[in-house]
């Protein structure tokens, strides 16, 4: 598929990222200091850089986890389907459970999700997300910790991606297309 030429403007910086996991981490470390071992759930795919960020910055025993749902519109329907396309190795009913999402959108996604593992029974379920873009909201959700709140912008980069590009950037970068033409620019 043809992709629109576009650069992509730095937003948030690989330091801030940083800086802000490790607040993240001390504050989630506090919520589940008591917790025996933490599963951490990772979305795939976009939450890969930021899932391995984070749990090296939290000081407690996890155990590591993931699955992978993917949305998209129904052309004749307002609503969203989600589907999952890969599910938990393990079993969380009983235990204290993390997710860990890229960005929250419309909601769907998480929404989904989190619908699906609290019928598992889990001890605690919370959630976090790196970014956050409330403007976009279509279902009423809200992760438990957010990196940062941005505004209706597509971004790229820290395991994000456009089209399967530009994954592997350190920093949050906004994508900016340009008015036309097929060649892709700026890549990671
Ligand atoms: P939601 O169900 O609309 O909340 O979708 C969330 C998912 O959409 C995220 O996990 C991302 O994979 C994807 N997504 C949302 N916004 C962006 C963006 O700006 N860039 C890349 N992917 C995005």
Redesign the pocket.
């Known amino acids: 598929m043809p992709q629109r030429a576009y650069v992509i403007e730095q937003m948030i910086s690989a330091k801030s990222i940083a800086a802000r996991v490790e607040e993240l981490a001390i504050e989630i470390a506090a919520e589940f200091r008591d917790t025996d071992k933490l599963v951490v759930v990772g979305?795939l795919?976009?939450?890969f850089v930021f899932i391995a960020d984070l749990v090296r910055e939290l000081e407690l025993p996890v155990e590591v986890d993931f699955m992978e749902a993917s949305?998209y519109g129904n052309a004749t329907q307002s609503t969203?389907e989600?589907r999952i396309l890969k599910d938990l190795r393990g079993e969380i009913a009983g235990r204290d459970v993390l997710v860990v999402?890229?960005?929250?959108?419309?909601?769907?996604?998480?929404?989904?999700v989190l619908g699906i593992l609290r019928s598992r029974r889990p001890a605690r379920l919370r959630t976090i997300a790196l970014?956050d873009?409330p403007a976009?909201r279509?279902t009423p959700v809200r992760a438990d910790w957010i990196g940062f709140e941005i505004p209706d912008?597509?971004?790229?980069g820290y395991g994000?991606?456009?089209a399967q590009r530009n994954r592997n950037l350190p920093y949050i970068g906004r994508?900016r297309f340009s008015a036309e033409d097929d060649a892709v620019t700026s890549g990671s």
């Open positions: 979305l795919r976009g939450s949305s969203r989600v999402e890229d960005i929250v959108d419309t909601g769907y996604t998480l929404a989904h970014l873009k976009r279509e912008e597509f971004v790229v994000i991606d456009y994508v």
